[in-house]
């Protein structure tokens, strides 16, 4: 086991300082060796910040440093596979920003060079550390809930698409819309819950609605508001998407919205068993619902909670540490893309698509 973990974080933007950056400071293996930003004074002003580490503007000066352990990739999507695998072509451990990537392709190559360097690449599907979440999955695995045949997912928000014009709505740049941002995210927790099933079909519909006339789209705030461009900018993704997931289990089904005319957000997670059911609040806690000698009963569960973001990067140093792979592994981020890729797919055939597994 190595003592000392020297990690160099790629794109110091948003989820690098709310999540990667304070839980490597907080670790006590892990040091950062570089700040790295193509704006320079992101990486500047990280070094500024955090007192350690050296700024530098293009990753390729330090894919050669033998000194280097590891790397987190918090650019947008479509560097997530280039710098992900440039990485682990140089030797090492990589910590990818959820998605995966745009496209299954990308992800599938990603796990092909994972496996072949035997590096250890690791995806930012965070809720797989959160308590609640953890609390269900035992439950499901411990038959609290019997036969779980079917679970619903809502991912829904009134007004909510980022940066109009900018990287987030244009798929080139992200692969997609709500589904690929807001509903991998849901996706994976809830297959982590099932015990990452066998899927067998996939069918949905994406609809590019709200926000395709950008001008006219009407909205109170918006986040990654400074990418906005709606003078020459992009708009062709899902803002909003409806689909069906058949497994070997239990069947999945999902309303995600970035943007509806629904009036509010709605945000959690229905897991129906025939014994017992669980509501989830996404990012906070959930109720349990079963019978009990004739009565029906609700549980509130009381239990400690936890930073997942941090609980994730602490367990990829622990791991690279350790040279194990863990729960994010890029095989469970690679079943999660065959479901958005198949959803995307049958949306543009109108038509369910099987799965290969
Ligand atoms: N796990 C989560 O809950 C969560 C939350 C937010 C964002 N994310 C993911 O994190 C990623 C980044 O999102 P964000 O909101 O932090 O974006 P951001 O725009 O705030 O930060 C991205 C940074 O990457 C930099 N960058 C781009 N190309 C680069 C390159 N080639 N080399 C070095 N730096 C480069 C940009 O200049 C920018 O500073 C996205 O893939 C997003 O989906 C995950």
């Given at each position: 086991m190595k003592e000392k973990i020297k990690v160099a974080v790629i794109g110091c933007g948003n989820i690098a300082n709310s999540a990667h950056i304070p839980a490597y400071m907080a670790s006590d293996i892990a040091e950062i060796k570089y700040f790295c930003d193509i704006i320079p004074e992101r990486a500047d002003a990280a070094v500024e910040k955090y007192g350690c580490g050296k700024a530098v503007y293009d990753y390729h000066e330090i894919l050669?440093?033998?000194d280097l352990d590891a790397v987190s990739v918090?650019?947008?999507?479509?560097m997530h596979s280039v710098i992900s695998i440039d990485f682990m072509r140089h030797g090492k451990d990589v910590l990818c920003e959820k998605p995966a990537a745009r496209i299954l392709s990308e992800a599938l190559e990603m796990e092909k060079v994972s496996y072949e360097t035997g590096r250890i690449l690791s995806i930012?599907?965070?809720?797989?550390?959160a308590n609640s979440v953890n609390h269900i999955r035992k439950l499901i695995a411990d038959g609290e809930?019997?036969?779980?045949y079917h679970v619903y997912a809502s991912f829904r928000a009134h007004r909510s698409i980022p940066g109009l014009g900018g990287d987030f709505t244009t798929k080139a740049c992200s692969g997609g819309g709500a589904l690929i941002d807001w509903g991998v995210h849901y996706i994976d927790l809830i297959l982590y819950c099932l015990g990452d099933p066998k899927v067998l079909t996939a069918s949905g519909e994406a609809f590019c609605k709200l926000g395709k006339d950008m001008k006219n789209y009407v909205y109170e705030s918006m986040w990654?508001?400074?990418?906005?461009?709606?003078?020459t900018g992009t708009y062709d993704v899902d803002d909003s998407v409806v689909g069906l997931v058949r497994t070997d289990g239990a069947v999945v089904s999902f309303n995600g919205a970035w943007?509806?005319?629904?009036?509010e957000r709605e945000t959690y997670i229905d897991f129906m068993g025939d014994k017992g059911g669980v509501r989830l609040d996404y990012c906070g806690n959930f109720r349990f619902w079963t019978t009990k000698n004739g009565m029906l009963t609700e549980t509130i569960p009381a239990y400690k909670t936890n930073d997942m973001h941090r609980s994730e990067v602490l367990d990829f140093v622990e791991c690279v540490a350790k040279g194990e792979r863990n729960r994010n592994d890029i095989k469970y981020a690679v079943g999660t893309s065959k479901i958005l890729q198949a959803i995307y797919d049958s949306s543009e055939a109108h038509a369910e698509i099987k799965i290969e597994n």
């Open positions: 050669d440093d033998a918090c650019t947008h999507n479509d930012g599907v965070c809720n797989r550390y809930l019997g036969d779980v990654a508001e400074d990418t906005k461009n709606t003078e943007a509806q005319n629904i009036g």
